[in-house]
């Protein structure tokens, strides 16, 4: 487990050279730890260490963890069925993977029955990969002003990506970089439920270049936790 505190103090040490870099602090950048196939034991070692965020990809995850955790802010960071938002609208502080008006009307639904306002992002899939989810760069303002338009209980904070998965990670600096250009266009919306705030980029191979191309939230899981035995898009 000691292995969870000094990764972890590397990768908020890679955060804030990344940050000053772009002429940000640290403390700019949010820190989502991904706990993906992770035991309690391990998440609680990290949430010891000043992990404040966990991000997880599957909602069963989050209902098996969930208890033995110890408080902290839960992210939605997966793709998400409709069939499953009623197990963890309660329960995660962000969904950050709404990719269609039919995920977001559940949500809506959702949140509404619970009494709530459920913070989202939406998805981007900046390079149009079939074995991606998010809605194409062209198609995200429709998304944004669909969900504005029929969904009361959702509040959109900004965006998500997850870049092709490439050997060197200056490869998909552009892709970051077109993502950050809509964030900051759809920021100027005036809507009392869209609140932009973060802009969800970057992953243990590629959260440096992430955050030098805008990014202010990072979802890391192999960097602080270890490698897994097989690959992982969202971590």
């Not at 938002?85 to 559940?106: F, N, R, T």
């Not at 669909?146 to 990506?161: A, D, K, T, V």
């Not at 990670?169 to 973060?198: C, L, M, N, W």
């Not at 936790?225 to 097989?230: E, H, I, P, T």
Request: charged share 30%.
């Amino acid at each position: 487990m000691e292995d969870i505190r000094a990764n972890l103090e590397a990768v908020h040490g890679r955060i804030s050279q990344a940050a000053s870099k772009a002429g940000r602090a640290e403390e700019d950048v949010l820190l989502v730890a991904v706990s993906k196939t992770r035991t309690p034991e391990e998440i609680n070692t990290a949430i010891d260490a000043g992990v404040t965020d966990i991000g997880e990809n599957k909602v069963q995850e989050i209902m098996d963890k969930y208890e033995a955790v110890k408080p902290v802010k839960w992210h939605m960071i997966g793709h998400l069925q409709t069939n499953k938002v009623k197990y963890i609208i309660d329960k995660v502080c962000l969904i950050h993977s709404v990719d269609s008006l039919k995920l977001a009307k559940e949500i809506n639904k959702r949140a509404a029955s619970h009494g709530i306002v459920m913070d989202i992002l939406v998805q981007i899939n900046p390079a149009d990969e079939e074995s991606k989810f998010g809605v194409s760069l062209s198609d995200t303002k429709e998304l944004i002003m669909e969900i504005l338009e029929n969904c009361e209980n959702i509040r959109i904070r900004g965006l998500m990506s997850v870049a092709p998965a490439v050997e060197d990670p200056e490869d998909v600096r552009g892709y970051f970089e077109e993502v950050k250009a809509q964030y900051d266009e759809f920021s100027k919306i005036e809507h009392e439920r869209i609140d932009f705030k973060y802009l969800s980029m970057g992953m243990s191979h590629d959260f440096e270049v992430a955050i030098e191309a805008g990014s202010n939230l990072v979802r890391v899981g192999s960097a602080i936790f270890g490698a897994r035995d097989y690959g992982n898009l969202e971590g």
